[in-house]
């Protein structure tokens, strides 16, 4: 587990760590991070490009993402369709 300080700690030594934690439906290669924020929202990577960007989400695109997820809105059909219908 990955311990990362928040923005949220102030400098008199009062820290809020945060930690990336793996998809539990990752496999192999292919493994998705998450890490709550102190101050709300979700940051997701790619666990093999640690130092690489990431995306934020706030608390309500998470729970729209989550959501999506699902009704497998993301599935390679779904997103097929969708591309197809743009």
């Known amino acids: 587990m990955n311990w990362t300080k928040s923005t949220a700690s102030n400098p ?3 820290c809020v760590e945060t930690a990336w934690v793996t998809a539990t439906d990752s496999g ?3 493994c998705v991070q998450a890490k709550a924020l102190p101050e709300g929202g979700i940051l997701m990577r790619d666990s093999k490009d640690k130092e690489g960007p990431h995306l934020h989400f706030t608390p309500e695109e998470w729970n729209a993402f989550l959501a999506g ?3 497998r809105e993301f599935t390679i059909p779904a ?3 969708a ?3 743009s």
Do not use: F, M
């Open 12 to 14: 008199n030594g009062s």
């Open 28 to 30: 192999g290669d292919c």
């Open 69 to 71: 997820v699902e009704r």
């Open 79 to 81: 997103l097929q369709e």
């Open 83 to 85: 591309a197809a219908t």
